[in-house]
Nanobody, 129 residues
Framework: QVQLVESGGGLVQIGGSLRLSCQVS????????MGWFRQAPGKEREFVGG????????DYADSVKGRITISRDNSKNTVDLQMNSLKPEDTAVYFC??????????????????????WGQGTQVTVSS
């Protein structure tokens, strides 16, 4: 079975940092680009950032660019989301997702929810003073 399990969420101070991790199993991890999305109450699930299956090309939403770093370790089947300078508006449930692609170059990051094949259960991040 395909499983994506997020961890590392919690309560963090404004301006603080968190590192989320997503452990993936049941698929050929290196065949998938990986994305992070978040969903706040009453809002649509939105793209945060992603990393390609090859060469670790990253793409970040404007709202978080400069404050986050996404990395992957294909030997461990993990993708991490490092978040710094956290703001109250970063409060949301954070999801990791896997996007299968047969693009030979494998350097694509996609932003649409419907383009991702598998999703984790999410982990809550709350930013407060």
């Amino acid at each position: 079975q395909v499983q994506l399990v997020e961890s590392g969420g919690g309560l963090v101070q404004i301006g603080g940092s968190l590192r989320l991790s997503c452990q993936v199993s049941g698929l050929s991890f290196s065949s998938y680009a990986m994305g992070w999305f978040r969903q706040a109450p009453g809002k649509e699930r939105e793209f945060v950032g992603g990393i390609s299956r090859r060469e670790s090309v990253t793409d970040y939403a404007d709202s978080v660019k400069g404050r986050i770093t996404i990395s992957r370790d294909n030997s461990k089947n993990t993708v991490d989301l490092q978040m710094n300078s956290l703001k109250p508006e970063d409060t949301a449930v954070y999801f990791c997702a896997a996007d299968y692609s047969t693009i030979p170059q494998g350097m694509r990051v996609r932003r649409r929810r419907g383009e991702y094949d598998y999703w984790g259960q999410g982990t809550q991040v709350t930013v407060s003073s």
